[in-house]
Nanobody, 120 residues
Framework: QVLLVESGGGLVQPGESLRLSCAAS????????MGWYRQAPGKQRELVAA???????KYADSVKGRFTISRDNAKNTVYLQLNSLKPEDTAVYYC??????????????WGQGTQVTVSS
């Protein structure tokens, strides 16, 4: 079993940045991929970004060029850098451990979520 704990959410103004962190309870090198999802009020949970341990990445079109996913296997941690934030990025962001294969991400273990609010 993998335990994932997110941190780094908060309230920011449009155009500002945040970095989310997700610490895994055990070494994640054995996990094929790590991903970040988000869920806004009244909307379905959606994949934001995913990164395989071979360096393969996948991003939602709405965040390409603004968000960057990275992982530090020595620290069992995956990060999501959020730049140029927009009000529509407001959501609960969830860390996930899963499988990235043939361009598709298959979620498995979930974190508890961290709130990101973008508002002036």
């Amino acid at each position: 079993q993998v335990l994932l704990v997110e941190s780094g959410g908060g309230l920011v103004q449009p155009g500002e940045s945040l970095r989310l962190s997700c610490a895994a309870s055990r070494a994640i090198f054995s996990i094929t991929a790590m991903g970040w999802y988000r869920q806004a009020p009244g909307k379905q949970r959606e994949l934001v970004a995913a990164k395989g341990n071979d360096g393969t990445t996948k991003y939602a079109d709405s965040v390409k060029g603004r968000f960057t996913i990275s992982r530090d296997n020595a620290k069992n941690t995956v990060y999501l850098q959020l730049n140029s934030l927009k009000p529509e990025d407001t959501a609960v962001y969830y860390c996930n451990a899963g499988v990235l294969m043939s361009g598709a991400y298959y979620p498995n273990y979930w974190g508890q979520g961290t709130q990101v609010t973008v508002s002036s």
